[in-house]
């Protein structure tokens, strides 16, 4: 049977973690994968993260299997924490999933069970397993404008003339904030002339959430988000823990539906827990738990906020610090953008063949499309990516 099989591509992102590995320079700065690290170069468990594990294992009675929509405990915490009371409660259904990934196959797989001819939109660029499962799931996708090369800010008149193009019930993927690669992010009024033209066309919004917190703060970042739900009868969302509480291997997540009513939403959410079922019964629930103790523990929850903001305060100390630095060399505002971007990344907007330059004379790894990860630097570093940016004639 095997012998049919076709090679995959590499994951490009995963095989620049392993040149990184490789590279026995030590001077060499990773701006790769997509995860959180501190100054110097630790992914932490997050104090408040530790010490409800230290309670989950302390209390816990039973390991035995949780419903299919995982602890409800989890969806109310997370819809608090998303949505706050923007909608009554009786018009959202949710299934806890493994982590965003999870949530997004799911919203897809939803898609497939309710309109299987819709298109979904995802923005140019996006986050590359958002095409990658939408093809493998045989549906068929599309592409609105996303990024302007020019100003590395959002081209929001290409995208609203895309949008503009939407067919009636066709699904349109949005960052509900901190885009992943560009880092470029729609203002209130752009977000406003988004949804209105959506509304406009009929179409149903699938909103991906994963870096609530590391763009302006917990409510700051969730404002579009909450705007977009206000505004259709149905659409979905889809949020990640892994990065706002650093829990990237415990695979935790949830998928939101937002129905017209109580009745649309008990049959959404037995279509969600039938999906459950379909694909893997019980959702993970360690990770699920952790979150719900600290959500709805005071002290815990403050702790957990506080150094989320210091997360997220190094990363924007970093940007001011890496875009003041390339004006101090460059002696242009050209890169000023880096401290307008917003969340984990920003798309430097540069050819393959400087990145590989960048790479290769420096040993300053980032991936091929130029979305660097600022959490890949530290103070030191900073100068070292500048010079090298200049030197590359970026
Ligand atoms: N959506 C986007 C845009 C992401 O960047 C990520 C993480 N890379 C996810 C979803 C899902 O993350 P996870 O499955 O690790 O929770």
């Known amino acids: 049977m095997f012998q049919t099989l076709k090679a995959q591509p590499a994951d490009k992102i995963l095989s620049l973690m392993q040149a990184y590995k490789a590279d026995p320079r030590d001077a060499k700065i990773d701006l790769g994968v997509g995860v959180y690290k501190d100054a110097s170069g630790n992914t932490p468990v997050m104090r408040a993260v530790k010490e409800a594990e230290r309670r989950l294992v302390a209390d816990q009675t039973t390991k035995a299997y949780v419903g299919l929509a995982g602890d409800p405990a989890f969806a109310d915490a997370m819809i608090d924490l998303l949505l706050a009371d923007t909608l009554p409660r009786a018009r959202i259904s949710a299934i806890a999933t493994p982590g965003g990934t999870g949530a997004i196959r799911q919203a897809l797989e939803m898609v497939k069970l309710a309109a299987p001819d819709a298109t979904v939109w995802i923005s140019n660029p996006t986050w590359p397993n958002h095409p990658s499962i939408i093809r493998f799931l045989g549906m068929k996708v599309r592409e609105y404008r996303y990024f302007d090369e020019a100003t590395r800010g959002v081209d929001i008149d290409g995208m609203i003339a895309d ?58 970042d969730a404002q579009a988000t909450r705007k977009i739900v206000g505004a259709f009868p149905n659409l979905m969302i889809a949020a990640s823990c892994s ?20 009745a649309e939403a008990q049959l959404t959410q037995a279509n969600l827990n039938f999906l459950n079922r379909q694909n893997y019964s019980f959702p993970p629930d360690h990770g699920a738990r952790v979150v719900t103790t600290i959500l709805t523990d005071p002290a815990l929850r403050a702790d957990w906020e506080a150094e989320l903001e210091e997360t997220r305060n190094t990363m924007l100390d970093l940007r001011r610090q890496l875009a003041e630095e390339l004006r101090r060399l460059s002696n242009d505002d050209r890169f000023d953008f880096i401290a307008d971007h917003r969340g984990m990344f920003s798309r430097l ?46």
């Open 163 to 220: 949008l503009g193009t939407v067919a009636e019930g066709d699904v349109v993927l949005l960052h509900g904030c901190c885009h992943n690669p560009t880092g470029a992010n729609p203002t209130a009024d752009q977000w406003d002339r988004i949804i209105a033209t959506l509304q406009d066309r009929g179409a149903v919004p699938l909103v991906d959430v994963a870096y609530q917190g590391f763009g302006d703060g917990l409510e700051e």
């Open 243 to 262: 990065k706002n509480f650093g829990i990237y291997r415990e695979r935790t997540g949830i998928l939101m539906g937002i129905a017209r009513d109580a």
């Open 349 to 394: 907007g540069t050819t393959e063949d400087r990145v590989e330059t960048l790479r290769a004379d420096h040993g300053i790894y980032m991936v091929s499309d130029s979305r660097m990860n600022i959490a890949g630097l530290n103070t030191q570093t900073v100068p070292i990516l500048a010079r090298a940016i200049v030197d590359a004639g970026i």
